[in-house]
């Protein structure tokens, strides 16, 4: 592969996309916006494509995308020394005025850092100059723990994109001196000035209390994307179960819904390019005119299927629209195999209700299951292994009884992931478990649902999750493990021991409820002794049966 080659696939791709953006930069603002992570990644998230929508409906902006290069992209990279290019017009990214990353998931961060270098901007903020384009970053992630980003980002927007992108742009019009605009920005909510030292003050993120615009969407569609010219829309944020593990239930109050008009407008104008519709949100069957929704995609002729769905929210009247379209799959989130875990988590749904609720997903024509489970968590022991390992049996013979009856069988398909805590939730003070404790769990399981026939079970690494955990919960002193680990290092421990981070101390212990947070400047909306009493109630659990 040449530089000239990777011109020509960027061009190609462009091509055969639908709804991309080409504007001429003449004297407007330029903005690069960066999902940090592969083409075919970055084009499923919709709230990269609502921000890149915004922009370009700006007359005096123009924003163009960047992606990390593919694999066999990245040798001729680093071989040729050849500037990371802009996705639209291949620009470099280094002449933009401003770069802008949106981040959703921690293991991002890494390549962030690889952008930076790519692009031939210096990845320290304390090493680039006013001549340098403002660095920015927002999203998921940013509202959490932004800390071991902070040494690389000029400015850090916390909050959903919808409340903080006007204020944001009118501080880039005014200027596009990065000392200017962190000037600019210091004192607005929702933005976060990083110092040289950690935060000294509180920055309140800026969230909407409504969701009264049009819903965040894939609105430039491709094929070479992992959903493929399936078109993905936010139908509402929040979810009203409040799991003690999940960051986005939390951080997303209060609950809100988008109009059922405003969802069938923007599908409306993406069916003339495909009949696939995927429904995404935290809290799908949550939404608060989900049946007559999805009847009306229906009608419009879309292929329907959705993210996951709550067991509290599973009825006949919301499966049949989604079965009766085409939808063969569907995943749920068990979490967990026994009631009294369950209920400590704050997933009121017992097992007696679940197999309720998954034997009427079979019967209504959903012929394939995903299951999300989940070990490590705080008060799990071997009684929850087992009651996995039970629970997935009972389904699975569900699942059988419905295949013979149609004369063809479907597959279970469990994903267990570890634990890992999260900023913002009762959770952020749990310990994670040590890798070893981990693996010896998930082989229990894996030997396990290995002996069930049409079990296909999918396992995340723990040893993979460690980095995860450290950006999740770490201080800005995990910047130095990123930048090692961005630039080629390939051995975390010995990465760590380098630079002194003690795991134990950081991950694999307890937090003291008095004990200062690295993302305790941040204010997500939730009052601390309401997370603490959450935590507190979890603890006692461990020796409490669910009422």
């Not at 400015?155 to 944001?168: D, F, N, Y």
């Not at 696939?276 to 229906?298: D, F, N, R, Y």
């Not at 469990?414 to 805590?421: A, G, H, K, Q």
């Amino acid at each position: 592969m040449s530089s000239r080659t990777i011109v020509e696939r960027a061009r190609a791709r462009l091509a055969g996309e639908i709804g991309a953006i080409v504007k001429p930069h003449g004297d407007k603002l330029r903005i690069a916006l960066a999902y940090p992570n592969e083409y075919h990644i970055g084009m499923s998230n919709v709230g990269f494509q609502a921000v890149y929508k915004f922009w370009n409906e700006l007359p005096d902006v123009v924003c163009e995308r960047v992606f990390l290069p593919d694999p066999d992209e990245l040798d001729v990279y680093e071989s040729s020394g050849m500037r990371l290019l802009s996705f639209e017009t291949q620009q470099p990214v280094a002449a933009f005025d401003v770069l802008a990353f949106s981040i959703t998931f921690e293991p991002d961060e890494l390549n962030l850092v690889r952008i930076l270098d790519l692009a031939g901007i210096p990845a320290l903020r304390s090493e680039r100059t006013d001549e340098d384009p403002v660095v920015i970053a927002g999203g998921p992630i940013t509202f959490l723990n932004p800390e071991p980003m902070t040494p690389f980002l000029d400015v850090v927007a916390i909050g959903e994109a919808e409340a903080l992108l006007p204020t944001l742009t009118d501080a880039l019009r005014a200027s596009t001196l990065p000392s200017t605009v962190r000037a600019r920005l210091d004192d607005e909510e929702g933005f976060y000035v990083p110092g040289e030292a950690p935060a000294g003050k509180i920055v309140r993120a800026k969230m909407g209390k409504r969701a009264d615009f049009l819903p965040p969407a894939t609105y430039v569609l491709t094929r070479e994307t992992e959903m493929s010219n399936k078109f993905l829309i936010e139908i509402s944020r929040g979810c009203p179960t409040l799991c003690r593990f999940c960051w986005a239930g939390y951080n997303y109050l209060p609950k809100r819904s988008f109009q059922i008009e405003k969802i069938l407008e923007v599908a409306r104008e993406a069916r003339q390019h495909t009949d696939q519709v995927g429904l995404v949100s935290t809290a799908v069957g949550a939404h608060k005119e989900i049946v007559p929704l999805m009847w009306a995609l229906k009608e419009m002729g879309f292929r329907i299927s959705v993210s996951s769905l709550r067991f509290e929210d599973l009825r006949a009247e919301l499966l049949e629209p989604l079965s009766g379209s085409g939808e063969r799959t569907l995943a749920v989130a068990p979490e967990v195999g026994t009631d009294r875990l369950r209920f400590a988590i704050h997933k009121r749904v017992p097992n007696s209700e679940i197999l309720e609720k998954t034997e009427l997903i079979f019967s209504r024509g959903i012929e394939n299951l995903k299951l999300y489970l989940m070990v490590g968590l705080p008060t799990e022991t071997e009684e929850d292994l087992r009651g996995i390992v039970d629970l997935v049996a009972r389904i699975r013979e569900q699942l059988v009884a419905h295949g013979r009856e149609r004369g063809r069988l479907g597959k279970l398909i469990p994903s267990v992931n570890p634990f890992i805590p999260k900023p913002g939730t009762p959770f952020q003070w749990a310990a994670m478990e040590k890798p070893a404790v981990l693996a010896r769990k998930m082989q229990f399981l894996r030997r396990a649902f290995g002996k069930m026939p049409n079990v296909e079970a999918n396992f995340q690494s723990p040893r993979v999750e460690i980095l995860q955990a450290l950006l999740s919960v770490g201080d800005r002193t995990a910047a130095s493990v990123l930048l090692s680990m961005a630039r080629g290092s390939t051995n975390l421990k010995t990465v760590l021991a380098e630079h002194g981070i003690d795991l134990d101390k950081a991950i694999y212990t307890e937090r003291g409820l008095d004990e200062p947070l690295p993302w305790g400047h941040i204010d997500n909306g939730m009052k601390p002794e309401l997370l603490e009493s959450q935590f507190g109630q979890a603890q006692a659990s461990a020796v409490l049966e669910p009422a």
